[in-house]
């Protein structure tokens, strides 16, 4: 204990950083991120970039409903408006802690409504370097987090949390997250492949306060090895507007309420 507490007097050890876990961090930062106010609406604008600057955009609307405390189930509703070959397609996650999402696709080109294999949640979201995973959330529970230090990212200061992944069947080798220390939001997060290399990096671009909610209404993941890069912009971005737990069934699959996408 009087170790401790000469560390502590010495500067050596930052007070906050014992009294604070990794995992409560990133437990504090999931929160923060994924699961502000009871619902959620935002336009939705991906910029997916490849190495020479030439762009494709995708548009949708994301809708998000809470079913209790952070941390617990939620429903993902998302209608895409754009580009022409994706028009009216629409997806829902049920997110849950601890077990496998079920998933939906309406595909309006075929009228077919298909069940999508919860597997593959590291695989792209959309064409997208953002993956399933990165959309709704990786189960806290799925890796050991630690406290490696503290640091600044711009003028915020922030904790440098890394996260490695408990079983062997995960794609990276560990990851490390910039947790704002005022607001707990990733402010920045680079991941790892198994020997050691940088390879993802995701940055919060712009953050503003809706509703008392902080909101990184602009956010990049950028591939470090091909140099592909997809910058996201949230616009008209609301919380809890009583959205209807209805509307995430199989049936608004294919003819969701107007007044929930447009």
Known sequence: MKRWL???????????????SGEEAMKKSQAAFLYPGKDFKARVVMKLINKDGQERVRELTMLRKNAGEPGGDQKYFMYFFQ???????????????????DRWLFIPA????????????????????????????????????????????????????????????ADF???????????????????????????????ADEVTDIKGFPTAIKRTMKNLQTGHRTEVAYIKTDYDLGIDESLFSERFLRQPPRKWVD
């Not at 000469?6 to 050890?13: E, K, Q, R, S, T």
């Open 6 to 20: 000469i560390w502590i007097v010495a500067g050596l050890l930052p007070l906050q950083a014992l009294a604070l």
């Open 83 to 101: 580009p022409a070959d994706v028009k009216d397609m629409t997806f829902m996650i049920y997110k849950y802690p601890a077990k496998d999402d």
């Open 110 to 169: 075929i009228n077919m409504v298909k069940r999508i294999a919860a597997q593959d949640k590291r695989s792209s979201f959309v064409g997208s370097d953002f993956t399933y995973e990165d959309v709704s959330g990786r189960d806290i529970e799925d890796d050991n987090h630690v406290i490696e230090r503290e640091e600044k990212v711009g003028t915020r200061d922030c904790y440098v949390v890394k996260s490695t992944p408990k079983g062997t069947d």
């Open 173 to 203: 080798g560990h990851k490390l997250t910039w947790v704002d220390k005022a607001n707990f939001l990733p402010l920045k997060e680079e991941q790892y492949d198994k020997r050691g290399n940088r390879y993802k990096l995701f940055t």
